[in-house]
């Protein structure tokens, strides 16, 4: 039996207001009449209705007072751990768009007529009753602003912008998959953090034949297109990525972790639904291949902005930009969900999330939130939760292959520690080593007792630096952050100071080498030495491991193998050693107790280019 509904009565005096028609699940809530538009019952009765129109049992219609019918075709229903992502269009327009998630107690989505221009929103209120009301349709699509891109998108500003992209630190040197220059990777098989669950899928399917972009854009442009998407969310577990099978492998285990954004062959404003993640909805970026717009800078700035709005934020307005906030030129620093055109030609650009602390801030949402917490897409976990030694080569070379992290969280701190047996001599540079940086560094020296010796954030420079910095014997700490310029009001703070980095120069007189620490499993490439040197590196070895092999992997000189239980090894003392006449070898330690293994190569003759791993089984 059904269960009995009751409906508010409306005053006639009231202008018309959207009616609910709804074909009911037995049990659902009816809708009634409401004043900011038409309750559709409670989030649980629209979720069984709708899984129930998907399976072909039943349909949800939506009519406005004028007739205008607002049926509901749905595509993909995906539901897990309670939670439900729908996508699908309006059943009687091709040209239209709809798409819903959340769980029983909140949705939230829209249906977009595109050709009339028209938009409808649901949500839920503090009962979890689901309502949905007209709403603009740049709602919607917040970059529907027809006279932003002719105000500020002219040709000439866009050959400005091409001919001033970002330079590479000469430290980036692949330490992360999206870090460093183009390097005739298959820009088809692009990914930023290969295996996670969480993926962001840029569909490049249309603008390239094959494994080649169409329109004499260069393969080039096109990594550094996804380079800089994959820049603005490297602080994320999200892998940026251009691979279809990746997506799709993601999508099939959980579409409320993966996004789309389509590339579109042919000129157009760019634009994405707001909200979108986490359903099959895409948003929509032009290329623009007339106006001279294909180049990796541009359509990557234009990427990251988008796949924001896809994120769930809106748009960081204030100041003479309106709700395209222009940034701060002083401090070369912008808001990448603002205008970021105005900065695109600053030599040291700095484009970054923001919670709208500049002064003339109309929009004081907080971005990061809305990503980790609104959207769960998880922080990447901490790489130096408790400090590291600095890595110091012979010679006292601290080489960025070697030395280098992330600050993952603007609460985040990374500290290297060294220590130096007589007086010595620092000189140090700190880069931020990402494309499209968000990261302004901060580092600061103290003793071990956290006196502070120096400190460096150079100014509009993005880098920190020591210029032969005297230093007493003794032990010492360096500590990497992200760094603030001005205020917050004016300049910008450490919010979102977030990013890859990576050190060079030399620690002169005195130091003592600490040895290089391996990852398991991990090569770590472009190791050299000179006839007559060692190197030392360490590998944590966990209980319960059945083995471990150390591998060297090099073309030319001849690079010897050493490994040492709890200390270094000697060429008449170690646990293994492999001391062929090339730089190829291979040591294995069966049964390993847990620990600190010493891996020590010896240059008989000198070796460049070569690859040490040491992997730890199971």
């Known amino acids: 039996m059904k269960r009995k509904f009751t409906s508010r009565a409306v005053p006639s005096t009231r202008t018309p207001r959207l009616i609910a028609l709804l074909a009911l699940s037995l049990g659902a809530v009816a809708p009634v009449l409401a004043a900011d538009g038409a309750e559709l019952g409670s989030a649980d009765a629209l979720i069984r209705n709708l899984r129930q129109q998907h399976q072909g049992r039943q349909a949800l219609s939506v009519q406005t007072a004028d007739g205008t019918s607002l049926p509901v075709l749905v595509r993909d229903f995906f539901e897990q751990g309670g939670r439900v992502s729908v996508s699908g269009r309006h059943r009687d327009s091709e040209d239209s768009l709809f798409f819903l998630k959340g769980d029983g107690k909140s949705l939230r989505g829209f249906l977009v007529l595109h050709g009339q221009k028209k938009a409808w929103e649901y949500s839920t209120d503090a009962r979890g009753v689901v309502s949905v009301k007209p709403v603009p349709l740049s709602r919607v699509y917040p970059d529907l602003d027809e006279d932003f891109q002719r105000s500020n998108r002219s040709t000439a500003s866009l050959a400005q912008i091409a001919a001033a992209h970002p330079v590479y630190s000469p430290m980036a040197l692949r330490q992360a998959p999206h870090i460093g220059a183009y390097n005739n990777q298959d820009v088809t098989k692009l990914e930023s953090k290969p295996g996670s669950p969480y993926v962001f899928y840029l ?85 623009n291949p007339a106006s001279g717009f294909d180049y990796g800078y541009g359509i990557g700035m234009t990427g990251a902005h988008e796949v924001g709005h896809q994120m769930g934020m809106l748009h960081d307005g204030g100041g003479t930009g309106g709700e395209y906030y222009e940034g701060i030129p002083a401090y070369q620093w912008g808001p990448i969900m603002g205008n970021y055109w105005m900065g695109g030609s600053w030599t040291h650009q700095l484009f970054t999330w923001s919670k709208g602390e500049y002064s003339t801030a109309s929009n004081q949402e907080d971005d990061l939130r809305i990503m980790t917490v609104d959207e769960a897409v998880p922080y990447m976990a901490d790489d130096n939760p408790s400090g590291k030694p600095l890595a110091l080569r012979t010679g006292g070379e601290i080489n960025p292959a070697d030395n280098w992290g992330q600050i993952e969280r603007n609460t985040d701190t990374d500290v290297f520690t060294f220590s ?30 956290g006196v502070q010796v120096a400190r460096s ?132 330690v069966n049964s390993p107790v847990a620990g600190t293994y010493y891996v020590a190569v010896q240059a008989y003759a000198t070796y460049s280019g070569l690859s040490v791993k040491a992997t730890a089984s199971p």
């Not at 442009?221 to 492998?249: G, H, I, P």
């Open 420 to 449: 130096l047996a007589s007086a010595g001599t620092l000189n140090l540079r700190v880069d931020p080593i990402e494309y499209l940086r968000m990261l302004d560094v901060d580092a600061t020296l103290t003793t071990a007792a």
């Open 203 to 287: 569909n490049t399917a249309a603008v390239m034949s094959g494994s080649t972009p169409l329109n004499g854009v260069t393969k080039e442009n096109m990594y550094r297109a996804w380079q800089s998407v994959a820049d603005q969310y490297s602080m994320l577990q999200l892998n940026v990525t251009t691979n279809k099978a990746v997506y799709d492998a993601a999508k099939a285990s959980s579409v409320l972790r993966t996004g789309i954004i389509n590339f579109v062959n042919q000129d157009g404003r760019s634009f994405a639904p707001v909200h979108s993640f986490g359903t099959t909805s895409a948003g929509t970026l032009y290329r």
């Open 457 to 588: 954030n150079l100014a509009v420079n993005r880098s920190a630096e020591f210029v032969n910095l005297n230093l007493a014997a003794g032990d010492y700490k360096l500590i990497i952050q992200g760094g603030a310029e001005g205020t917050p009001q004016n300049g910008f703070s450490k919010y979102s100071s977030l990013g890859y980095y990576a050190m060079k120069g030399t620690l002169s007189a005195g130091g003592t080498p600490s040895p290089i620490p391996l990852t398991s499993g991990v090569p770590l490439g472009n190791q050299s030495a000179s006839t007559g040197t060692w190197t030392y590196y360490t590998i944590q070895v966990p209980a319960g491991s059945t083995k471990l092999v150390v591998n060297l992997s090099g073309s030319n000189g001849d690079a010897d193998l050493f490994v040492g239980a709890g200390q270094k090894p000697t060429t008449s003392s170690y646990a293994c050693k492999s001391d062929g006449s090339t730089s190829t070898e291979t040591c294995t």
